[in-house]
């Protein structure tokens, strides 16, 4: 059965993105265009949360996340020493396994999020909101018809993984990269989207019911 956050908590605003509130569990897909907007929308979402003492986990190529960092550095007033708390992870090392694209979400994480804190990649753990962005402009040279259906696998549960601790994640979609063939199933792989600075609530959204963790829920989802 899926896990949500308590009902006292569940309305409570806990992190925005590009002027949308979220809420414990929330899994927010933004659909951007080009780095300024992207830096626009995650910045201040990161530093928000280091500025908090959340732990805070950035999914992007080794080259983009020196970016992400530079983009940090600059923000006003300064972060200091916050700033180092940020960990940045290779989606390579996260999303794949024996150099194949593994879509069933459990193992990524593994070690995040353990109950009582979020960790912060070294085996330490922090109490309080985890916050997960994900650039995903790895993916656009493996763009297929079976990578398309494994990843909305991914995404419907990742939002079930969410919900059942006390996180948000933010994946990112450049629309000046991905054409509709991934962006169209991507809308339906998550529950909210984002889109020039509006939000709307997925009413094509196909993951109810996935249960979070390996092996739960039907084995895959397909996109027509």
């Known amino acids: 059965m899926e896990q949500h956050a308590s009902a006292g908590t569940a309305s409570v605003t806990v992190a925005t993105v590009g002027g949308v509130p979220l809420r414990r569990g929330d899994h927010l897909c933004a659909f951007y265009r080009g780095r300024a907007e992207r830096d626009r929308l995650v910045t201040p979402f990161l530093a ?10 950035l999914l992007a190529a080794p080259d983009e996340g020196r970016a992400y960092r530079d983009a940090l550095a600059a923000e006003v007033p300064p972060l200091g020493p916050a700033a180092d708390r940020l960990l940045v992870r ?14 069933a979400f459990g193992g990524a994480f593994e070690g995040a999020f353990d109950g009582d804190g979020a ?23 493996l763009v297929r018809p079976d990578f398309v259906r494994e990843l909305v696998e991914h995404e419907t549960r990742a939002t079930s993984w969410l919900r059942a601790c006390p996180q948000v994640g933010l994946c990112m979609y450049d629309l000046e990269l991905f054409g509709g063939d991934l962006i169209i199933p991507m809308v339906k792989a998550h529950p909210r989207v984002w889109l020039g600075g509006m939000v709307v609530e997925n009413p094509y959204y196909l993951g109810q019911g996935l249960d979070p963790g390996p092996g739960a829920g039907p084995a895959g989802t397909e996109v027509s």
Request: glycine share 18%; proline share 6%; with cysteine.
């Open 48 to 57: 928000d949360g280091l500025r908090k003492g959340h732990a805070c986990t």
């Open 90 to 103: 290779d989606p390579r090392d996260v999303h794949q396994r024996n150099g194949v694209f593994d879509g």
């Open 119 to 141: 960790g912060d990649g070294s085996g330490n753990r922090r109490p309080g909101l985890l916050r997960i962005a994900a650039d995903m402009s790895w993916a656009h040279p």
